[in-house]
């Protein structure tokens, strides 16, 4: 498929364990977004990427958020020592910045995240 | 800041009625865009439709319909004649700049659509 994809779609992680969550942008897409969504809530931006470079990581919501997007295609979201607030579902969107498309966020199906 | 506010939390109607979705919005920027967006009980967010600030036509596409007025800073969304389908979770959102494709989005809480046969 031709869509953002996003591994693993389920991740069950106990307090304090270190998780990765990985998305694949529809490609030639430059921009990238991460956002979380906790239940019964619109999703909250995290981060954004430009290529490889990240310009914006406003969202984060602590140092133990990390993201990156090293060779400006897959990204991944590093979350240290997660706490029972990280529960939720983290979205992955791709974007392009010319053509018809621009400005239109595509989103993945997510990573349901929950922390025991 | 930007602010976007949905304030039907739920709404629950019959097959074939109409219904209307609010989207109020707060921004000082001058040019941004107003998307809705589409999530059913699967998950993904499906884009609907993209308004950018200078255009207030109102749009139709099918049963949907779109009535954007800046001087309420108001971005409805109506469904005419409702299927079982339309049921999801919808969610007006918000992004400023004027090239687009590098603004994050601000979303609203989402209003729940139940449509009963």
């Known amino acids: 498929g031709a869509g953002v994809s996003q591994s693993p779609r389920y991740k069950v992680a106990k307090r304090g364990q270190d998780v990765a969550l990985r998305c694949d942008p529809i490609s030639g897409h430059v921009s990238l977004f991460w956002y979380q969504q906790a239940l019964g809530q619109g999703p909250e931006f995290l981060t954004y990427f430009q290529n490889e470079a990240q310009l914006d990581k ?11 997007r090293p060779e400006g295609s897959v990204s991944t979201l590093k979350i240290q020592r997660t706490q029972q ?8 969107a791709s974007s392009p910045t010319v053509g018809k498309d621009y400005n239109e966020q595509f989103f993945g199906p997510g990573t349901r995240l929950t922390v025991l | 800041a930007q602010k976007v506010t949905q304030a039907q939390t739920e709404i629950s109607v019959v097959e074939k009625e109409d219904v ?5 919005y707060e921004t000082r920027d001058t040019t941004y865009y ?14 609907l439709i993209r308004r950018n600030s200078f255009d207030e036509q109102n749009e139709i596409s099918g049963r949907y319909s779109w009535n954007f007025q800046k001087s309420t800073s108001s971005f409805n969304f109506t469904i005419t004649a409702s299927q079982v389908v339309d049921s999801a979770v919808y969610f007006c959102a918000l992004s400023g700049g004027v090239w687009g494709g590098s603004e994050k989005l601000v979303f609203g809480k989402g209003t729940k659509l139940t449509v009963n046969p």
Do not use: I
């Not at chain 2, 209307?20 to 109020?24: G, N, S």
């Open chain 1, 58 to 68: 406003s969202g984060l919501p602590s140092d133990r958020f990390f993201a990156e």
């Open chain 1, 85 to 92: 607030e990280d529960s939720a579902v983290y979205l992955c």
């Open chain 2, 34 to 47: 107003l998307f809705w967006y589409k999530q059913p009980p699967s998950g993904e967010l499906v884009f």
């Open chain 2, 20 to 24: 209307t979705l609010d989207c109020v």
